[in-house]
């Protein structure tokens, strides 16, 4: 293997390099820093050592080395376990929960990017082996670099679906009829308190979420991709709730009929503008996506060509 070392230096610390860049912290602040940030980076340039080695290896004939291929995805497969363990013992303590479809998103991305890892060092000692090699150092590391580069914009390019490619989100009436509290005509619940009434008419917003199709409304209507919406609009605008006040929890009520959905929440920030971006925002979850229009029976629905909204 000695002919090879370099190639396999290289195009490990290449991978490794790239996991540390599709790596962030974003608004659910997770992973955390630094800790989380070393475990996923281990991982990652863990990943990059196994697909720079496996090429190496098959050319000198060590098919047992390609075989750690396969050992380093039953423990991946692993790491998904913890991090969902981990995220769901978290939720717990969170004012607005998750929910475990979206843990079990989190935790998915975290394992599928480790084989994308494993599959773009690959890529990059593939081209080493074919094309560069006897060419010079400085050569190589630029190439390869420049394939990395692209390696990450093509990663990135493939953006997550989100509400607003579904879904139409406008503003609701929030009000009373008695004890009851709607937006729009869609019921949410009764509130008997009358402090507690008045803090719905003073600080309550209200969003309607029209599905743009019959898919659309499958995957809406799934209360985990609903639970989803609900916390990621009081992770970014803040609630205003305590653990003792959980007749200020945020909600969301369905309409049966027609497949809309309702919001009702009482934010720390009162901008609805805010409100309606964070919503539109709100990835679609991949366990709650559905796709009824693909089957017969879907097609044959009465609101098929039309919206459901």
């Known amino acids: 293997m000695r002919p090879y070392f370099f190639g396999i230096v290289l195009t490990a610390s290449l991978g490794g390099i790239l996991r540390m860049l599709i790596l962030r912290s974003d608004y659910r602040q997770y992973p955390t820093y630094p800790h989380g940030y070393i475990s996923h980076l281990s991982m990652g340039f863990i990943a990059a050592a196994l697909g720079a080695v496996a090429w190496p290896a098959l050319l000198e004939a060590e098919y047992v080395?390609?075989?750690?291929?396969?050992?380093?995805?039953?423990?991946?497969?692993?790491?998904?376990?913890?991090?969902?363990?981990?995220?769901?013992?978290?939720?717990?303590?969170?004012?607005?929960?998750?929910?475990?479809?979206?843990?079990?998103?989190?935790?998915?991305?975290?394992?599928?990017?480790?084989?994308?890892?494993?599959?773009?060092?690959?890529?990059?000692?593939?081209?080493?082996?074919?094309?560069?090699?006897?060419?010079?150092?400085?050569?190589?590391?630029?190439?390869?670099?420049?394939v990395t580069v692209l390696l990450y914009f093509l990663i990135n390019s493939f953006p997550d679906k989100r509400v607003a490619d579904i879904a139409h989100v406008r503003l609701g009436k929030v009000h009373f009829q008695g004890p009851n509290v709607f937006v729009?005509?869609?019921?949410?619940?009764?509130?008997?308190?009358?402090?507690?009434?008045?803090?719905?008419?003073?600080?309550?917003?209200?969003?309607?979420?029209?599905?743009?199709?019959?898919?659309?409304?499958?995957?809406?209507?799934n209360p985990g991709q609903r639970q989803a919406i609900v916390h990621l609009c009081a992770k970014l605008l803040g609630i205003y709730k305590d653990v003792d006040t959980p007749e200020f929890s945020p909600l969301m009520r369905r309409d049966i009929k027609s497949g809309r959905l309702g919001v009702l929440i009482i934010p720390g920030s009162g901008d609805p503008q805010a409100l309606i971006a964070a919503v539109k925002r709100a990835p679609v979850l991949e366990g709650a996506a559905a796709k009824p229009s693909k089957s017969y029976a879907g097609r044959e629905r009465d609101d098929y060509h039309g919206t459901t909204g």
Not at 83 to 105: Q, T
């Open 184 to 221: 729009d005509d869609l019921h949410f619940m009764n509130v008997g308190l009358a402090e507690a009434k008045e803090v719905y008419l003073e600080k309550a917003l209200g969003l309607i979420i029209e599905p743009k199709d019959i898919d659309a409304a499958a995957t809406l209507a």
């Open 65 to 146: 080395a390609v075989t750690f291929l396969a050992m380093a995805a039953q423990q991946f497969r692993e790491i998904r376990n913890l991090e969902r363990e981990s995220l769901a013992s978290l939720d717990l303590y969170e004012l607005v929960p998750r929910g475990r479809p979206y843990i079990e998103g989190i935790a998915r991305t975290f394992e599928a990017r480790n084989y994308i890892i494993i599959a773009s060092t690959l890529v990059l000692s593939a081209i080493d082996l074919a094309l560069l090699r006897g060419t010079s150092y400085p050569l190589r590391i630029g190439i390869l670099g420049a």
